[in-house]
């Protein structure tokens, strides 16, 4: 299934297509979560020129500054070789700073570069706004519970 965006910004098809989706609630709350990354990378890659992953492991590091790579790769959830090539991406582009750790020289400690916050202040908007109009089509009641009911399951998962 490709996910069309058009001027409206609607998902009413992603929305109505998870909908009708036969199987376990798991199946479709990884469905719903794979089919909005990919929605989210899309717009990010076009509105930014950065992947939603790169996007994430840059706005991580600029609200944990001086985190290390090592630190990113935990907190994040992903291979400390899958964080290394972004981050290499990332310095490339000019968006954060690596520096050796004084303690130990092998261990990087990261920054956020002036470029790259104003990448995290266009990028934060830009998810925000994509989070908006994928939700537009519930009640604000209906968003609560979909808060709630993520805040729980996060809660389960991360014990």
Do not use: W
Not at 105 to 132: D, M, N, P
């Amino acid at each position: 299934m490709r996910l069309e965006r058009n001027a409206k910004c609607t998902y009413s098809y992603l929305i109505s297509h998870i909908s009708t989706m036969k199987g376990s609630p798991l199946l479709k709350i990884h469905k719903f979560i794979f089919l909005a990354e990919k929605a989210f990378d899309r717009r990010l890659q076009s509105d930014v020129g950065l992947s939603f992953s790169q996007c994430m492991i840059l706005v991580h590091v600029a609200h944990n500054p001086r985190i290390s790579q090592r630190h990113v790769a935990c907190e994040r959830d992903i291979t400390p070789a899958a964080v290394s090539r972004h981050i290499e991406a990332l310095v490339a582009s000019g968006l954060i700073s690596r520096f050796d750790k004084i303690a130990n020289k092998r261990e990087h400690v990261l920054e956020v570069t002036i470029l790259g916050r104003g990448i995290v202040k266009t990028a934060e908007e830009v998810l925000e706004e994509e989070i908006s109009c994928l939700l537009k089509e519930l009640s604000v009641a209906d968003v609560e519970k979909v808060e709630t009911l993520f805040d729980l399951l996060l809660t389960r998962f991360n014990h």
